[in-house]
């Protein structure tokens, strides 16, 4: 079956613009969580929602950034005002239940100039 | 929070030979303990992982076993081939709603010919 989808796969935008990564989880899976991966580095956790909400976003460095599942499959991570230290690669996973396996998206890569 | 602490950064074996990696853990309530291994440019994917009530698991050539008293896990990789050549993480979490993983830094492994 489709596995975790991300659009887009690449993002560059200017200092200081909007930008929204769409992901598309596996059909079914309840939980769906989004990381950032910068270079030479692990995934580093943001935000888990479970269903349509956020049961866990201590990750969210700031208040910049946001995210939203509002029917409980796609999320939209949201980050405002962006600084070149945001560019990264950010990765989205989701499991079937919480504390099950993920299984991550192809990830969007971000450049902030 | 919890944190996660990986050895070596940088492993190279002859091809045939075994590899371990291991990672200690700071959160004695963590309870879930994957390794994903991930290819450059490549989404992370899992290749085994470990539940706290369980000391080692093993899928073919591939296992990892888990001491809880002293807060540390290993993958241990046998009979190693050219496609094992990839960076791997090892991960924890402790559900709870707090499901996010805490990834290592990586280990980049190197097959030798």
């Known amino acids: 079956g489709a596995g975790v989808s991300q659009t887009p796969s690449n993002k560059v935008t200017e200092k200081g613009k909007y930008v929204e990564l769409r992901c598309d989880p596996i059909s079914g899976h309840t939980a769906l969580y989004w990381y950032r991966q910068s270079l030479g580095q692990g995934p580093e956790f943001l935000i888990y929602f479970q269903g349509t909400g956020a049961a866990d976003d201590s990750g969210l460095p700031n208040d910049r950034f946001f995210a939203v599942r509002p029917e409980g499959s796609v999320s939209t991570l949201k980050i405002q005002r962006t600084e070149r230290g945001d560019s990264a690669v950010y990765l989205c996973?989701?499991?079937?239940?919480?504390?099950?396996?993920?299984?991550f998206g192809p990830g969007t890569r971000l450049l902030v100039l | 929070g919890e944190n996660v602490e990986q050895h070596p950064s940088t492993l190279s074996v002859q091809e045939g030979d075994s590899a371990v990696i291991k990672c200690t853990y700071s959160d004695s309530a963590s309870n879930y303990f994957p390794w994903y291994k991930q290819e450059l440019g490549k989404r992370p994917q899992l290749i085994i992982d470990i539940r706290s009530n369980v000391g080692e698991k093993k899928d073919q050539r591939i296992a990892v076993t888990l001491n809880k008293t002293a807060k540390h896990f290993s993958l241990h990789i046998t009979e190693t081939q050219p496609e094992d050549s990839a960076v791997y993480f090892c991960?924890?979490?402790f559900g709870g709603g707090a499901d996010g993983l805490t990834f290592g830094k990586g280990t980049h492994l190197i097959i030798q010919p």
């Open positions: 996973a989701s499991s079937l239940r919480n504390q099950e396996t993920q299984y």
């Open positions: 991960a924890a979490s």
